[in-house]
């Protein structure tokens, strides 16, 4: 026994160097990447007005970039914490599906026209409410009852997302071309969607969300040991579980109403995270997962802007990797 623990020591002791040098990889990723998207190719004289005014203006779409990585890799680890299982993701409880039916319905009844004449805080703040409230409606009445339990909310999130999106499929085929194809617009994940308005109180949002995840991070290194594993420690499984779920349905809403809905873009994110980390623990994995995500947007959000000139295909093209790479983890693991 003494000769494993002698031969395991040296590995633990030179895991967290490598730990060390991978966050310092990522995190210069990220700044290199932050900065050649502030100042690659900006028109005007270094130090000129057009020219900080350009700046001004690409700072919104990095700091829209930053939020959406955060909440899309840190909601996707903590509902693969939640849930116990590494496939799932937090859109299948009809997330994505509630956004769409919303922003249809509200074409179907009112046209086109109101997309834009209600654009503002107001509309982002009632359409996140109602996605967090949902969610804590959904969590709260499934895990109340005596048999509640994780599958059957996971099973009813699926049907209600399900339905979600044949509703809207019945309004879309209703509506007129012109109506539809701005509808269509809207509802593709699109980093340029944001508005600079928005940007203050997300981030306020954000920043409070991620210091709550960031106290229960040993909490929730039990959660992930399981049920029984939790409740003999000593931790309260249910209220745990809703309460990182009601955090992932606001760090998601969040995300989609800035940008629209990502499948597959936090499921990316929090697999390569596990591998990179080289640990379990939330205190590596989360921080791992955000900077991933920033160098993963801010670098594709680069290369497409700069050097093919497609800046509005970097969503399709991360959430096409993402259903691949999706497809090929769950066949080489078999099962669900």
Same mark, same amino acid.
């Given at each position: 026994m003494a000769d494993t623990l002698t031969r395991s020591a040296p590995t633990l002791a030179t895991r967290r160097?490598?730990?060390?040098?991978?966050? @310092?990889?990522? &995190?210069?990723?990220?700044?290199? &990447?932050?900065?050649?998207? #502030?100042? =690659?190719?900006?028109? @005007?004289?270094?130090?000129?007005?057009?020219f900080w005014l350009a700046v001004n203006?690409?700072?919104?779409?990095?700091?829209?970039?930053? #939020?959406?990585? !955060? !909440?899309?890799?840190?909601?996707?680890?903590?509902?693969?914490?939640?849930t116990a299982n590494r496939i799932l993701t937090p859109s299948i409880m009809g997330?994505?599906?509630?956004?769409?039916v919303m922003q249809t319905a509200l074409? $179907?009844? $009112?046209?086109?026209?109101? %997309?834009?004449?209600?654009? @503002?805080? %107001?509309?982002?703040? *009632? /359409?996140?409410? +109602?996605?967090?409230g949902f969610a804590t409606l959904l969590y709260g009445w499934l895990f109340a009852g005596r048999r509640g339990n994780l599958h059957v909310m996971l099973l009813v999130g699926v049907v209600l997302g399900v339905g979600f999106g044949s509703l809207s499929t *019945?309004? /879309?085929? %209703?509506?007129t071309p012109s109506d539809f194809d701005i509808l269509s617009a809207r509802l593709f994940g699109n980093l340029s969607n944001s508005d600079a308005e928005y940007l203050p109180w997300a981030a306020l949002?954000?920043?409070?969300?991620?210091? *709550?995840? =960031?106290?229960?991070?040993?909490r929730l290194d039990v959660l992930a040991l399981g049920r029984e594993a939790s409740l003999n420690l000593g931790l309260s499984y249910r209220r745990e579980v809703i309460g990182m779920?009601?955090?992932?349905?606001?760090?998601?809403?969040?995300?989609?109403?800035? *940008?629209?809905?990502?499948?597959?873009?936090?499921? #990316?994110?929090?697999t390569l995270a596990y591998q990179l980390a080289g640990s379990s623990q939330h205190r590596v994995v989360l921080p791992f997962a955000a900077l991933l995500g920033m160098a993963t947007l801010l670098a594709g959000y680069f290369v497409l802007r700069h050097v093919f000139y497609a800046a509005g295909m970097l969503s399709i093209i991360?959430?096409?990797?993402?259903?691949?790479? $999706? +497809?090929v983890y769950l066949l080489r693991k078999g099962s669900l």
């Open positions: 160097p490598r730990i060390a040098v991978r966050f @310092g990889i990522l &995190a210069l990723v990220v700044v290199v &990447a932050a900065v050649g998207v #502030l100042t =690659w190719n900006v028109p @005007g004289e270094p130090g000129s007005r057009a203006l690409r700072v919104v779409s990095v700091a829209t970039i930053a #939020l959406v990585a !955060c !909440c899309q890799a840190v909601a996707t680890v903590l509902f693969h914490t939640a997330f994505d599906a509630l956004y769409v074409v $179907f009844f $009112f046209g086109s026209a109101a %997309l834009s004449a209600t654009d @503002g805080l %107001l509309k982002v703040a *009632v /359409q996140s409410a +109602l996605m967090v *019945v309004m /879309q085929r %209703l509506l949002v954000v920043a409070a969300v991620l210091a *709550v995840v =960031w106290r229960a991070r040993h779920l009601v955090l992932v349905a606001v760090l998601i809403s969040v995300s989609t109403t800035m *940008v629209g809905p990502m499948t597959f873009f936090g499921f #990316l994110v929090a991360i959430e096409f990797v993402g259903g691949v790479f $999706f +497809l």
